[in-house]
């Protein structure tokens, strides 16, 4: 069956070709193939596949991944618009991946 | 941290380890373990079927053993250990509160800091000789695999994303195909969300069979009780055929409804259902229904199975916030303003007939 994929021209992922050293940390984690190797440098193949989960730019040792990482719920959309909190999955506390910071990943349930 | 408790259903023995002894565990699963899982997707007890954190052997493992990482929700470990059947390898169970290793990473619960905590609290430099730790691939998204290698010295080795790939990817030299790395989303995987779906979607069936009692009644006090039925029936009716359509048959027919909106295709399937509702009395009542009770019922119940069908985003593998984000803002104001034209056309006839 062919791959699933959601909305188009969408996703927040960007790949910084300065930072990135190739060492395919990213390529490990990425459960959607969004990325890959192209003679020797890693590269967005499929961006409309990303989920923004944010895996490759919290592996990413040198900040070359930037993304605006949360869940895709429509009721943890809800939930934040109400401002309820507490519940796990409940909320779209977004971890904003930019390159030279790294969040610090905090959990609210 | 405490250590994992010796009196659980599955352990069935201790292995002895350099910082004392550790609970061995089942590769089989018995009755009560598939029990378990099957009450979790019918929504019972889902938020606290867990087992304890900590250190655990599968076979007989040593010093050169593998170790294996994985949340405390019991689905999931049951799902590990049964994999590793004829396997000698250690497996560590992070807190995760009973959530599964994907929505735990998600929420930063299977994460960094508590997996360098327990590398450290059951003393993994003494248990094995070598420096990696196998995480599930899943738990990317809460974990910063080169921290943990300059926090613990342990190299995190992603895994494959399915339990039962684990043998294969051991056998492979902890080398994961292509295959292992995707995470899709088929038709087994969706119909074993659609119970949850289902109950948790009861309360609104209930709450709107109530509002619709209410205003049946309340509308025309003349007639209470009999139009405050009637009200009840079509919120039942309306509501139950939006369940029917978003919370199960958007999930079964996911990847061949129309759109890629999943607000789009919870309409289209709750359509679908309304064509059938109204086909079926058709033949067996006849001409019941004026037309504008007929555009009362088409409102409500696709604006209800658009709902729920973008609802089902957060059960879905494959959609992202900023995709949600998009779809929400076009699709909640036109379920808003179809469900406020359905009870406005409900309410009409009702005073038309």
Not at chain 2, 51 to 80: I, R
Not at chain 2, 118 to 142: F, T
Not at chain 2, 188 to 194: A, C, G, H, P
Request: glycine fraction near 10%; proline fraction near 4%.
């Amino acid at each position: 069956m062919q791959k699933l994929t959601y909305l188009k021209d969408v996703v927040t992922l960007s790949l910084n070709q300065e930072k990135c050293t190739s060492c395919g940390a990213c390529l490990e984690v990425c459960p959607r193939n969004v990325l890959a190797r192209n003679n020797g440098s890693v590269d967005v193949v499929d961006r409309d596949a990303c989920i923004e989960c944010g895996a490759c730019a919290l592996n990413c040792p040198f900040g070359a991944i930037s993304v605006k990482a949360g869940v895709g719920c429509a009721m943890a959309v809800i939930n934040s618009a109400l401002g309820r909190k507490g519940s796990c999955c409940c909320n779209t506390d977004t971890k904003d991946y930019n390159m030279d910071k790294q969040p610090s990943s905090s959990c609210g349930c | 941290m405490g250590r994992p408790s010796f009196d659980q259903p599955f352990v069935i023995g201790r292995v002895a380890s350099a910082t004392g002894d550790v609970p061995a565990v089942s590769t089989q699963l018995e009755l009560t373990d598939y029990l378990g899982s099957l009450k979790v997707r019918f929504s019972i007890n889902r938020m606290k079927y867990t087992v304890d954190p900590g250190l655990y052997a599968v076979g007989h493992p040593d010093k050169d053993s593998p170790v294996l990482v994985t949340g405390n929700y019991k689905t999931s470990f049951d799902h590990v250990r049964r994999a590793l059947h004829g396997r000698d390898v250690w497996l560590l169970v992070l807190d995760t509160k009973g959530v599964n290793v994907w929505c735990a990473a998600g929420k930063g619960a299977f994460g960094t800091n508590e997996l360098v905590a327990r590398i450290n609290s059951i003393e993994l430099p003494k248990i094995v000789g070598h420096k990696k730790v196998i995480l599930p691939q899943l738990s990317g998204p809460g974990i910063a695999g080169y921290i943990v290698k300059q926090l613990t010295g342990f190299r995190v080795i992603y895994g494959p994303v399915e339990a039962i790939d684990i043998p294969k990817f051991i056998d492979n030299g902890l080398r994961a195909t292509s295959e292992m790395r995707q995470k899709d989303f088929p038709i087994t995987e969706r119909i074993v969300l659609i119970p949850v779906e289902v109950i948790q979607s009861i309360k609104y069936v209930l709450l709107v069979a109530a509002l619709c009692f209410l205003a049946g009644g309340l509308l025309h006090t003349a007639d209470f009780w009999n139009k405050a039925v009637a009200g009840a029936k079509f919120g039942l009716y309306a509501s139950m055929c939006a369940v029917v359509g978003g919370a199960m048959l958007t999930p079964l027919l996911l990847p061949w409804l129309p759109g890629k909106a999943f607000s789009m295709k919870g309409m289209a399937a709750g359509f679908l259902v309304f064509v059938v509702l109204i086909t079926w009395w058709y033949i067996v009542y006849g001409h019941q229904l004026s037309l504008i009770q007929i555009l009362a019922y088409l409102f409500i119940i696709s604006s209800g199975s658009s709902f729920a069908g973008m609802n089902f985003t957060g059960c879905s593998t494959y959609t992202s916030l900023s995709g949600v984000k998009k779809e929400m803002r076009i699709a909640v104001p036109i379920q808003i303003v179809a469900v406020v034209v359905g009870f406005g056309a409900w309410v009409g006839a009702g005073f038309i007939s």
